[in-house]
């Protein structure tokens, strides 16, 4: 049996790699005689950068960045000669992960990590940069990130606004020149969701909660990027509000496709063909993939639920393993079967996803 473990980080509790690894030892632990091949996978968020580094002959730089709440950080970009593309993940500036969860602050949490990091990108002069840009702590609308490549956001007196999407309630103009280096890049936008700005399934409504913003912040973000919209179609000419996938990120798509001409593409897309993907499932017997919580957004262009898809239409059998499940079809195994207590079964993710492989590794008749 030839078994592929493809799975994508486990939010908060594992990344790609550690997952993969605990799934693999599991199995082999029940099973020696079968081959496992660890493939960690990533869909725009969290392991991006790595998914592709793995997969290419890129070589990671590093570069000096700040996190959403302006402290100084360093990351990397990377730099692919062959293609002439640079990859950067937003994640590792205005990362969620990075904050904890006593200073998360979704009205003030800014992208001007990421700008830093794109101009880094830019000092290499690539023909094409790609940004994943899941997993962010921010709702700015991707504000920052422009103010860092020499964007102006202003109110009704002319003056500079603070940084985060609070802020742009008051936003009555935006002065913005691309600069020099970005003339001709084509820049690829890599995300899983393909919800909107603003509205119902917007970016404060379905992910500011997830950021932690309470209600009444959902509300003023949701006022403020209504407000970023209008005042981004009338300085600039470019309708986000209604955009698919523009609220990926807090809105930091919509910046993205903006200010630098972005493309707003499938992050999962981009990873699984710099991977092989659909080679690799052709030639495996099964194949595991998992996230922290499998559920309803999962189908939606995540990664666990386009393994599912592509396998099923491989031929492949596929088994999910996830922290928590809910409404999952299909063969789903979960921490929780094991440790019913969440905090417990963040804490010991990988022990218990290395007993979860190890059980159904063997019930499988072979």
């Known amino acids: 049996m030839h078994i592929l473990v493809a799975p994508q980080e486990f939010k908060e509790s594992l990344t790609a790699e550690e997952a993969a690894g605990a799934i693999a030892r599991g199995i082999a632990t029940v099973r020696p005689e079968w081959t496992v091949e660890e493939l960690p996978l990533a869909d725009g968020g969290p392991g991006f950068l790595g998914a592709l580094a793995r997969a290419t002959d890129g070589q990671l730089r590093v570069a000096e960045t700040h996190d959403a709440l302006g402290r100084g950080r360093t990351a990397h970009v990377l730099d692919i000669a062959e293609t002439g593309t640079c990859a950067v993940e937003a994640a590792m500036a205005n990362g969620l992960a990075l904050i904890v969860p006593t200073e998360r602050d979704t ?52 003056r500079d606004l603070l940084p985060g999407a609070a802020a742009l309630a008051e936003l009555a103009r935006i002065d913005w020149s691309p600069p020099e280096s970005l003339a001709g890049v084509d820049v690829v936008v890599a995300t899983d969701v393909t919800n909107p700005l603003v509205g119902p399934q917007g970016a404060a409504a379905v992910f500011g909660p997830q950021k932690g913003a309470s209600p009444r912040d959902v509300e003023t973000i949701e006022a403020a990027l209504q407000r970023y919209a209008a005042v981004v179609e009338r300085s600039l000419g ?6 698919p996938g523009a609220g990926a990120a807090g809105g930091l798509a919509a910046g993205l496709v903006v200010f630098l001409g972005g493309r707003i593409m499938s992050g999962f897309d981009v990873v699984a063909e710099a991977v092989g993907l659909e080679g690799r499932l052709r030639g495996a017997d099964i194949v595991v993939t998992g996230e922290g919580s499998f559920d309803g957004q999962s189908g939606q262009g995540k990664t666990v639920g386009r393994v599912r898809q592509l396998a099923e239409e491989a031929g492949v059998p596929c088994v999910v393993m996830a922290g928590r499940a809910e409404g999952a079809a299909g063969e789903v195994r979960t921490l929780a079967d094991i440790e019913p207590e969440r905090e417990a079964s963040m804490r010991n993710a990988a022990r218990l996803l290395e007993e979860l492989a190890g059980r159904w590794a063997g019930s499988v008749a072979v």
């Open 238 to 243: 470019v309708a986000v509000a209604g955009m």
């Open 107 to 158: 009205l003030r949490a800014s992208t001007e990590g990421l700008g830093e990091l794109i101009a880094a990108a830019l000092e290499g002069g690539p023909r094409r940069i790609v940004v994943g840009v899941g997993g962010s702590a921010t709702s700015d609308g991707g504000s920052g990130m422009a103010r860092a490549l020499g964007a102006h956001f202003r109110d009704e007196a002319g």
